[in-house]
């Protein structure tokens, strides 16, 4: 791979880089490995610092409107000060771990419509920053994950769209400034009954919180939007009829269909027990710290192809990145 860009905010004849990855699939709670390859340019550069960041694209609400911007979740700093000799080519080797929160981006090799995820290194001299260099990263979902994925195309629902939210979930311990959105699009005996599913997850060492948010407003029993949580660990998911719980939870929409938007419904408490709760999507102003864990390291189960056979794939992915960051990068 050749080195792909100048860094513009050092002017003419300045240091190039590039950043390869070995890994450029991953999951929540995994690592992101490679090497920063610099080269030298017409004169010998003290650099400061070369740092890495995860970015994806995030939606933000204000007023009666909606915007779009780069959202940072996580960074590292894979090299400290040095001095890049005129025309010196050096290698950085990196490991980065990745936020069990990251967001979804590819299925079995798919990527989700409406997702964005990337590796930005920046490159630090003289207090002067570029980032020069962005990479498009796949994050695939935990086995956990996946087996609730395939519950909702079992049960006849297509993959509709994916989208980060700026803001915190109510009732759940959130680590990241934002949460992903998965929406699904109902067909068969569910058409009349919801206007579309989405599905959030918010992942730990531990488990799975997931908050499910069915659209009634446009279904046969149109009130307002119905709201299942459960929490679950990583290995209960795995040994979970999903398709059946998830079943039972929609088919029981209809006995709350003239509830509030606060009401009780079915959902697994905090405890991975089946059992009957309340709560909503609410947002905090207040954003926390990124985790830097250690990853770990699952492979995705042999059931990808079977989502994948129900997802509407996105639009050529590295045009939308390239869009996303070239307009960031003019800012």
Do not use: C
């Not at 994806?56 to 007023?63: K, P």
């Not at 149109?222 to 398709?243: C, E, M, N, Q, Y």
């Not at 991975?272 to 947002?283: K, L």
């Amino acid at each position: 791979m050749v080195f792909k860009r100048m860094l513009g905010a050092f002017g003419v004849g300045a240091p190039s880089v590039d950043t390869v990855l070995s890994t450029p699939r991953t999951q929540p709670g995994g690592t992101l490995e490679g090497e920063v390859r610099l080269k030298g340019g017409d004169f010998d550069a003290e650099i400061e610092h070369v740092t890495l960041g995860l970015v994806a694209r995030v939606e933000i609400e204000h007023g009666e409107g909606e915007s779009a911007g780069l959202g940072e979740f996580s960074r590292a700093q894979v090299s400290g000060p040095f001095t890049l000799r005129k025309g010196e080519e050096r290698v950085i080797d990196f490991r980065m771990p990745v936020p069990w929160e990251a967001p979804i981006s590819e299925i079995g090799g798919q990527p989700l419509t409406g997702m964005a995820v990337g590796v930005r290194t920046e490159l630090a001299i003289a207090k002067a920053v570029d980032k020069g260099d962005l990479d498009q990263v796949a994050v695939e979902p935990l086995p956990s994950q996946l087996r609730i994925l395939e519950a909702f195309l079992q049960l006849g629902f297509g993959f509709k769209a994916a989208d980060l939210e700026a803001g915190q979930l109510y009732g759940v311990r959130q680590e990241l400034p934002f949460y992903q959105e998965i929406e699904f699009y109902p067909s068969g005996q569910y058409a009349g009954l919801v206007g579309e599913v989405e599905v959030t997850f918010v992942a730990d060492p531990a488990g799975l919180h997931v908050v499910l948010e069915a659209d009634k407003r446009s279904g046969r029993y149109s009130s307002s939007d119905a709201i299942g949580r459960f929490h679950v660990s990583h290995d209960d998911a795995l040994r979970t009829d999903w398709a059946g719980e998830l079943g039972r939870w929609l088919d029981g929409l209809s006995q709350y269909g003239h509830q509030s938007h606060h009401s009780g419904h079915h959902g697994y408490d905090d405890h991975g027990h089946y059992g009957h709760h309340e709560g909503h999507h609410g947002h905090h102003e207040g954003h926390h710290g990124h985790r830097s864990g250690p990853g770990m390291g699952m492979v995705v189960a042999a059931g990808a192809a079977g989502v994948v056979g129900g997802l509407v794939a996105g639009e050529v992915v590295e045009e939308v990145v390239e869009e996303f960051f070239e307009d960031e990068g003019d800012e």
